[in-house]
Each structure stands twice: as structure tokens, then as C-alpha cells.
């Protein structure tokens, strides 16, 4: 390792991470006055480069599925922002024997969001109160009252479109006016009125309307590849600049944090970062530090910061940072309608992602398993693609004329459906360090320890009947691969699959039980704040970037008044 | 943060076979689709009049390799075909990068030329019309895989052509304008659904 080289300026705040939470800190830090430095372990992101918006397939020789065809099938493809990726090189983790879990990691300024699918979801006053509720997890901290003005702050800075429906699983937000359904979600709203399904138009972090200097969408469904107008939010695009503009923001790319270093007086005094392009240990000094580095990679970085104050690890002396991890529960399928051969040609694209979707709507009753999913939807007549015309080609063989008309009778008639439900925490999903294994800058990796319970898995059986449900009541052919038994039963997924990991530095107000105290902020050392998905005590049915965002914020409006009391 | 709420992965995956067991997700930086794009342009560029020259295929192999795509997708009164769209030369040069193509694809054709040599005695560009019908009849229906071990691989080479064949064309300038897709355009409101007729 080369020499050790220290920085004299000592900054306000050092926030890890670029992402959701860490976006959102830089611009309420900065703007309350405070100066901050910012790690991210990527490189800078360039949209005028690094966007493909509106290209066509043909427009690229390996027409979107890269050499060699590696992404026929994939999450990615060549159209995609560059925003992240299950395997990094150099950069490992493990699963322990019999678990399965996947860590999608994002290596760039913006992080996770660049790539996050933009739905924006409240949790509802039940979901901070899970075990008041049903015996099962624990309560937050906070309630839904506490966090309400920050969703509105943030929806009210990013904007979100939709609509008010006094749902209770849903609470309504502070929205712009959401676009109109597409053709395939007209004729699935009808089949869920049918079955008294609530489908309502989707949360979608997307402008409909101007904001703050940003142009509404255009509509051309392609947010995955990055938006050149930045009508789709990213921290990037949105959260980074105004940091900027208040002259007190600096940013370091290409950093890896290593550990947080405490000082004698047990406080944490500067984090130890590898600078990627020199492959040399830095430090970076500030009097309070944001840890946003994503739940696992949060937990990874506290479990790493060891000392004899702190033998296992940073804010661990509870021994719960890398437990009560979580994600979503994931299962799919999709179906086949009849009625969508017959639609003239007219343009489908729309937002990037769903303009309805199926919030949570049987909290009325008792059910099968404990808490809730939610559905989302698409398909239809989009962009062809490679490998969309698999499915047709195996079901009419043959070749010829008649298959390229089949083709085209067929395109744009099939609709998939994703279940998104919540996780119980329970003992046996959790992280810790590998004790064989560092990465390429010398680190210790994260090993992953995973296994559904019951409840989960009751769950995934449920959608799966739900989506058959709504699919033959629209008068469509269900298609599903997921089997009741097996590896994947009723085809949920493994975890990590969905991205939403969550829990591993919770907040509560034990400090025997959890890391964090309600402002995020660690119990056993008070100018340490973590930010990210890490804070939280359950994984309701509602993707966590919004929340996440909300108690970020909220988080450094506390930071800020300590700071002036003089208190970190 | 989920992928792209319900996404085009979310769709494929309900609809292939095993596609996801076992891969590695992946996503590339958009340099290396940029530098992928410049590659092939200049691979034209450079030789005699645009015309693409095969990267995998033996010349012979790519002549066969382009009657079999057009077959699979013709050319018909509203559009081209296959190879106008150009499928082969997409095919070809995802073969050259991928060692697993090229068993299946490289294999399968010269399964294919010496199935023809057992059967007509020659190979399969050289076969008359009815012959080239007889066998590709057999090899286009996997139930001819049960009936018949014989032409099994011949099933599952041509399965996978067929699949990358419709990529190619479907994909292309043409056989986006065939299917009828509107859109990748820029609007100022999402105009909604036409009717739709009942199921």
C-alpha cells in the first residue's frame, strides 16, 4: 500500500455514497449552510455521452444485446445508462452454503437511482407499526406522522405524479397529474374492477408538468437508458446539482471508503478511502459523517471499522448491524391476450415503467400470510427487442410466410405481471464479513446468509393465483413458469433479486436492539448518521427509495440544528 | 429500487426457457456499445461497396447461413426479408464473440450440409427445392425430435436460428416498419389507449 496521505481541510460532513439517501443529504446539508464532502466509489456521470435515448436496435450492431449476444435475457442491455451491475470485478461477495442472494451494485455518481424504476411509494401508518399490528417484526421508532412532511418535502422537490385515493395501504402523496393508461392497462383495470382489485394510477417519480427547470416527460418509456431532459428523477441529475450550486459541495469519484476511523475521544474523525486511480489510501476529515453507501454496503463499511473501542465493528456494540436484513418478495408471470391482435397501430410507449398499478387492497381481512403485495404490470406494443419473439416463434415452429405474419399478429399481445410483497425479518437472512475473503483493494467482503420463511412463500403462491385471476378474467391465457416446489417455489425469486435490501443498521430506540436512533443517527457514537435502506425496521410491500429520500432528509434537518446547538 | 418497475426482463423471463438459471446479469458501460457501433460501421466502411464480410462463417457456410434466414422470414408484397433486414450479418458477428453460438449455430450447419450429403448426396445449397422443403419441414417441428433421434440436433439448430433470425429481422429498420410500431419519438402528452375491442 503507498504512503498514507492526510488532507488538512476538515469538511462539515462526509457523506458515502451518491445514491438516494446520499443525494439527498448533499442538498439539504449544503443548502442549510454546512460544508460536505462526498465519496462516491464510481466514476462521474456524463448524460450527453453516457445516455442512449432514442436509439433504435439498428441503430447498433449487436441491435442492444452486446458482443457475443450476453444480454439476450438479461436486466441489461446496451441501450441502459451505465448504473450497475451484479458482479463488479475485483469486487466479490460470497453466499454462505445453501443461500442464494444477489447484490446489485451501482459503482457511479447517482448510484442505485440512476437505475431505480421511479416508483414512488408512502408507507402507510401500519407499516412503521408491525408488531402492534401483528405480533410479528418490530415497530419503528417513528410513526407515519413523523415522516409525512419529509414525503412531502421530497415529493414536492421531485416530483411524482399521481392520483388521490384514500387507500390506507397506500396514503396519497403530493402529486403531479399522472398520464393516461395504456391500451394492455385499460383492459387489466377493468379485469381488477371485476375481481374488486384496487388499480389506480401509478406513483412514479417522472414529470408530467415542468419543475424547478426540468422539462415534463416526452413520453418515449425509455428512463432505463438514462433522460437526457432529467424528467425522470435520478440523485445525479436532480439531488447532486443544487449541492453544487451553493459553492460548499465538493465531490470525490473513484473512492472507496475503507473504514471510518475513530478518535481517541470515540468519535469518528475521518474516513480511509482508496483512491481507484492511484490505488493509494486517502483520508477525508469532517466532525460528522452520513453513512449512504446502500443497506449491505453500509453494514460492510461499519462492520470493517474496527477498533479496540469498537471490536466488532463501528456502532455494533448491540451486535445487530448486517441482521434483520431484508427484500422484497418477488414472484412473476404473465399472459397471453387475444383482444390486443386487433389494436390498430398507435403509439404505447408512455413513462418508462406502469401507469397503473395494483397497491395492496385486501388489509381488511384476514389472508393466507401476514402483510401485503403489491402489483405491477406491463407489456404491450413496445420497441421490439431481441429475444421478445422467442415465445412466438416456439409456439408456432414452422417457417415461412406464415411465421412473419404470426410474428406480427402476435407482437405487442402479452402482458407481465411482478408481485412485490414484504419480507418478516427473520434470524437466518442476515450479512456479516467473510472471514477468507477481501477484494482487490484489500477489503473484506460481505457474505450473505438468505432463507424465505413460510409467510414469504404463501405469499408468492398467492400472487401467482392473483395473476391468473386477473389474466382469464380479462380473457387471457395465463403463462407462468413457476412450479409450487423446487428451488424457487411459486416462483419467488432469491433474494436480493428485487434490490430492495433493507434493515442491516435498524434504527429503534433500544440501543441493546438496534444501531440507529430515530434521526438515523448511531447510538454509540453521535456524529455517525446512517441514511440509507440500512435504518429500516421492515420492508413493507412499497419500494423503499421514496422513503429512504424522506428520512435522509429528515435526518439532516436534525443533523443541521445539532450542528448550530454545537452538539456533534 | 426495483429494475425498471416491471421491465422487458420481467416480461422475457416469464417467457424463456431456463434463460435466467445460473447467468450472470451484467451491464455494460455505454462506452462499449459505442465502441461496438463504430466497429462494425467501420468493418463496412472498409470493404469494397459496404458489403459485410463474414467474421465466423466460411464464406460458403454464410451463403448458406443467408438462405436459411431468408426462408425463415421471406420477402413478401409489404416488406423484405431476413436478409435484407440484416439478420445474417447480425448473427455472424454475435457467433465470432460467443463460443456457445458456435457450436450451436457452426455445428448445426455443417449438421445440416452432411445430413443433406447422407440424404441427397449433396449439400444443402445444392439440394433441389423440394429437397431443401423435405428436411427443413423435418428439423422446423419438435415433434419430429421425438419421433425421429436422427434429425434431434437438426431440431434444436434450427429452433435457435429461427429465434435469432426473428431477432434480427424484427429488430431491423424494415421489421420494425412491418410490425407497426409507433413510437421513440418525443410528445408533449401520452394520448392514451384507441378503443379496444372486446376479448
Redesign the interface.
Given at each position: 500500500m503507498a504512503q498514507v496521505v492526510r488532507s488538512p481541510k476538515v469538511y462539515d460532513v462526509c457523506i458515502i455514497g451518491s445514491g438516494?439517501a446520499g443525494g439527498t443529504a448533499a442538498k439539504v446539508l449544503t443548502e442549510g449552510g454546512l460544508s460536505v464532502v462526498m465519496l462516491e466509489a464510481g466514476p462521474p456521470l456524463n448524460p450527453e455521452?453516457?445516455?442512449?435515448e432514442?436509439v433504435?436496435?439498428?441503430?447498433?450492431?449487436?441491435?442492444?444485446?452486446?458482443?457475443?449476444?450476453?444480454?439476450?435475457?438479461?436486466?441489461?442491455d446496451?441501450?441502459?445508462?451505465?448504473?450497475?451491475?451484479?458482479?463488479i470485478e475485483g469486487e466479490p461477495y460470497t453466499s454462505a452454503p445453501g443461500s442464494q442472494f444477489?447484490w446489485f451494485r451501482s459503482r457511479i455518481v447517482g448510484g442505485?437511482?440512476n437505475?431505480?424504476?421511479?416508483?414512488a411509494l408512502r408507507f402507510a401508518p401500519v407499516d412503521f407499526r408491525a408488531r402492534s399490528t401483528d405480533g410479528m417484526g418490530d415497530d419503528w421508532p417513528i410513526t407515519y406522522e413523523e415522516v409525512s412532511p419529509f414525503y412531502d418535502k421530497v415529493e414536492s422537490y421531485i416530483g411524482v405524479f399521481g392520483t388521490k385515493e384514500n387507500i390506507p395501504s397506500a396514503p396519497d402523496g403530493i402529486f403531479q397529474p399522472p398520464?393516461?393508461?395504456?391500451?394492455t392497462?385499460?383492459?387489466i383495470k377493468k379485469s381488477c374492477d371485476k375481481l374488486n382489485i384496487h388499480c389506480v394510477p401509478?406513483r412514479?417519480a417522472i414529470l408530467t408538468k415542468p419543475l424547478n427547470g426540468r422539462a415534463a416527460c416526452?413520453?418515449?418509456?425509455?428512463?432505463?437508458r438514462g433522460c437526457i431532459t432529467a424528467s425522470n428523477f435520478s440523485s445525479s441529475q436532480v439531488m447532486i446539482p443544487p449541492a453544487q450550486a451553493t459553492g460548499r459541495f465538493t465531490l470525490i469519484t473513484g473512492a472507496m471508503a475503507r473504514e471510518i476511523v475513530v478518535g481517541k475521544d470515540g468519535k469518528a474523525e475521518s474516513v480511509a478511502y482508496i483512491d481507484k486511480a492511484t490505488r493509494s489510501e486517502k483520508r477525508v476529515h469532517a466532525r460528522a459523517f452520513m453513512v449512504a453507501a446502500s443497506a449491505c454496503e453500509s453494514a460492510r463499511l461499519l462492520l470493517n471499522s474496527r477498533t479496540t473501542l469498537f471490536p466488532d465493528g463501528l456502532a455494533n456494540s448491540s451486535g445487530v448491524v448486517g441482521r434483520y436484513l431484508t427484500d422484497?418478495v418477488g414472484s412473476?408471470?404473465?399472459g397471453y391476450?387475444?383482444?390486443?391482435e386487433?389494436?390498430?397501430?398507435?403509439?404505447?410507449?408512455?413513462?418508462?415503467?406502469?401507469?397503473l398499478?395494483m397497491p395492496w387492497w385486501r388489509y381488511d381481512r384476514k389472508n393466507d400470510f401476514l402483510r401485503g403485495y403489491h402489483i405491477?404490470?406491463?407489456?404491450g406494443?413496445?420497441?421490439?427487442?431481441?429475444?421478445?419473439?422467442?415465445?412466438?416463434?416456439?409456439d408456432h415452429?414452422?417457417?415461412?410466410?406464415s411465421?412473419?405474419q404470426y410474428?406480427?399478429t402476435r407482437?405487442g399481445t402479452?402482458i407481465?405481471?411482478?408481485g412485490?410483497g414484504e419480507m418478516i425479518p427473520n434470524e437466518k437472512s442476515y450479512c456479516d464479513i467473510d472471514p477468507d475473503i477481501v477484494d482487490q483493494f484489500g477489503i473484506p467482503v460481505l457474505r450473505f446468509h438468505w432463507q424465505w420463511s413460510e409467510n414469504e412463500i404463501n405469499m408468492a403462491k398467492d400472487m401467482q393465483e392473483t395473476f391468473r385471476s386477473i389474466v382469464e378474467t380479462?380473457?387471457?391465457t395465463f403463462?407462468?413458469?413457476a412450479k409450487p416446489d423446487g428451488r424457487h417455489p411459486y416462483g419467488i425469486e432469491d433474494g436480493g433479486v428485487?434490490?430492495?435490501e433493507l434493515g442491516t443498521a435498524r434504527m429503534g430506540s433500544n440501543p441493546k436492539t438496534s444501531v440507529l436512533n430515530k434521526y438515523c443517527q448511531a447510538h454509540d457514537v453521535n456524529n455517525v448518521f446512517v441514511t440509507d435502506g440500512a435504518a429500516f425496521v421492515t420492508n413493507p410491500d412499497k419500494?423503499?427509495?421514496l422513503t429512504i429520500m424522506a428520512l435522509a432528509w429528515r435526518a439532516s434537518e436534525y443533523l443541521i440544528e445539532q450542528a448550530k446547538k454545537g452538539s456533534l | 429500487m426495483a429494475p425498471n418497475s416491471i421491465s422487458r426482463r420481467d416480461i422475457l423471463k416469464t417467457l424463456t426457457m431456463g434463460a435466467m438459471a445460473g447467468s450472470v446479469l451484467r451491464v455494460i458501460p455505454a462506452q462499449a456499445a459505442e465502441y461496438a457501433h463504430h466497429m462494425v460501421a467501420t468493418e463496412k466502411a472498409a470493404t469494397t461497396a459496404g458489403v459485410y464480410a463474414p467474421k465466423f462463417f466460411s464464406p460458403l457456410q454464410y451463403k448458406t447461413l443467408q438462405a436459411l434466414c431468408q426462408t425463415i422470414i421471406p420477402a413478401d408484397g409489404e416488406s423484405g426479408g431476413a436478409k435484407e433486414a440484416g439478420a445474417p450479418e447480425f448473427i455472424d458477428l454475435l457467433t465470432s464473440e460467443n463460443p456457445k453460438y458456435q457450436l450451436r449455430l457452426g455445428g448445426g450447419l455443417m449438421w445440416l450440409d452432411a445430413e443433406c450429403s447422407d440424404r441427397y448426396g449433396k449439400p444443402y445449397l445444392d439440394c433441389l427445392p423440394e429437397q431443401q422443403k423435405e428436411i427443413l419441414d423435418l428439423i422446423a417441428y419438435i415433434k419430429h425430435a421425438k419421433t425421429d433421434p436422427a434429425v434431434s440436433q437438426g431440431v434444436e439448430f434450427f429452433a435457435f436460428l429461427r429465434e435469432m433470425t426473428a431477432d434480427g429481422f424484427f429488430t431491423s429498420e424494415i421489421g420494425i416498419k412491418y410490425l407497426g410500431y409507433v413510437g421513440n419519438t418525443y410528445l408533449l402528452s401520452f394520448p392514451g389507449c384507441p378503443p379496444v375491442p372486446e376479448a
Open positions: 438516494a455521452k453516457d445516455f442512449k432514442h433504435w436496435p439498428y441503430q447498433l450492431p449487436h441491435r442492444g444485446v452486446g458482443v457475443g449476444g450476453e444480454f439476450r435475457h438479461e436486466l441489461g446496451e441501450f441502459m445508462a451505465p448504473n450497475g451491475a451484479w458482479e444477489h442505485r437511482t437505475h431505480w424504476g421511479r416508483i398520464p393516461l393508461p395504456r391500451c392497462e385499460t383492459i401509478s412514479m416526452h413520453y418515449c418509456a425509455q428512463c432505463g422484497s412473476s408471470a404473465g391476450f387475444p383482444q390486443l386487433k389494436m390498430p397501430a398507435h403509439n404505447h410507449d408512455g413513462t418508462g415503467g406502469m401507469h398499478y405491477e404490470f406491463g407489456g406494443r413496445g420497441m421490439p427487442g431481441v429475444g421478445e419473439f422467442d415465445w412466438i416463434c416456439k415452429e414452422g417457417y415461412g410466410a411465421l412473419k410474428c406480427r407482437y402479452y407481465g405481471f411482478a412485490r380479462a380473457g387471457g403463462i407462468s413458469r428485487i434490490i430492495h419500494n423503499p427509495t | -
